[in-house]
């Protein structure tokens, strides 16, 4: 199994971005998908989190109202548009699948990880 984390850079604050995270060697559309991010000096934080169907949602305050998931099962990708981005919002960001993650709420230990890709946010 493979998770492929792509998108990331360099970006003024209230700028946008949007990541995309394409999976590999699993089926696709039966895992919960979500976005963690780790900034520096800090643990690894979920973000947002989406259900195997797309059609369940779920954010951290911490972006809620910025950041969008969504996941398109046709081509085994997951996105993450970020608005209105903070230098705070500064970290490497990690996608994650599970399979029995409902988009519910936060889940730690997830099935699978990515290899992060780095969002750095200038003031």
């Known amino acids: 199994v493979q998770l492929q984390a792509s998108g990331g850079g360099l970006v003024q604050a209230g700028g946008s971005l949007r990541l995309s995270c394409t999976a590999s060697?699993?089926?696709?559309?039966?895992?919960?998908l979500a976005w963690f991010r780790q900034a520096p000096g800090k643990e690894r934080d979920f973000i947002a989190g989406?259900?195997?169907?797309?059609?369940?949602?779920y954010y951290a305050d911490s972006v809620k109202g910025r950041f969008t998931i969504s996941k398109d099962n046709t081509v085994n990708t997951v996105y993450l548009q970020m608005n209105s981005l903070k230098p705070e919002d500064t970290a490497v960001y990690y996608c994650?699948?599970?399979?029995?993650?409902?988009?519910?709420?936060?889940?730690?230990?997830?099935?699978?990880w990515g290899k992060g890709t780095l969002v750095t946010v200038s003031s």
């Open positions: 994650a699948a599970d399979l029995f993650y409902t988009g519910t709420g936060t889940k730690g230990g997830m099935d699978y």
């Open positions: 060697g699993l089926t696709f559309g039966r895992y919960g």
């Open positions: 989406i259900s195997r169907s797309g059609g369940s949602t």
